[in-house]
């Protein structure tokens, strides 16, 4: 389901802050090596996580999810001095592209990468994340949340992606389709859970802010 028209889609593209050269090049690459390239954050979305960082100017960033790097970078920009952005990721194959976007972002010595899967990762980490950013497993929604909200203060911001799910989540749910079954009760659950305040916002294939109090 498009929920804008291409032409539209494009106007807010270019009527937004311009994508950095270096994240021209890894989308360029990304279409190139990666199976399903779609799934890369892109230009108006990824100028969006980098304006909501830059506000929140978080001192510690957790990212589930790296693909091949664009929303890391993204979020990075918004980095306190001497923060630094956990991003974990269970596919081993896109580590060689990350780590080179990495290396010529300027963020190299911040952007700490975890290969495994972070329903594991999570609760080793001995610190308190101002924003965190969930963007992998569509099943594992709930897991990554529960998980992550433990290492959060009041005032941190969960960001969870592709929440609208390409329109299914209106859609009769089609058996089988545990993805959108999931997060259907994800989306559900997060607008009436007393532990944060809620927006689903519909940038992209849906993004959901929420404030933990």
Not at 61 to 68: N, P, R, S
Request: charged share 20%; hydrophobic share 40%; proline share 5%.
């Amino acid at each position: 389901m498009h929920f804008l028209s291409p032409l539209l889609e494009k106007y807010i593209a270019n009527n937004s802050q311009s994508e950095p050269p270096i994240l021209t090049e890894l989308t360029r690459e990304t279409h190139l090596k990666v199976v399903r390239p779609r799934m890369i954050t892109g230009h108006y979305q990824g100028r969006v996580l980098s304006l909501l960082s830059k506000i929140i100017a978080p001192k510690h960033i957790l990212e589930v999810g790296t693909y091949t790097g664009y929303s890391a970078i993204c979020l990075a920009e918004g980095l306190q001095q001497g923060g630094t952005l956990h991003t974990i990721d269970i596919n081993e194959e896109l580590a060689p592209i990350q780590q080179k976007y990495f290396n010529q972002s300027g963020y190299k010595s911040q952007i700490i990468q975890h290969l495994g899967d972070a329903i594991e990762h999570i609760p080793s980490f001995d610190i308190v994340f101002d924003l965190i950013f969930i963007d992998a497993e569509k099943t594992q929604y709930d897991l990554y949340f529960e998980a992550a909200i433990q290492k959060c203060r009041s005032g941190s911001i969960i960001l969870s992606d592709n929440v609208l799910w390409s329109g299914k989540v209106v859609e009769p749910l089609e058996a089988n389709d545990k993805a959108t079954e999931a997060l259907l009760a994800y989306n559900e659950k997060l607008a009436n859970d007393p532990r944060v305040e809620t927006v689903l916002l519909p940038i992209r294939d849906g993004l959901t802010l929420c404030r933990v109090l």
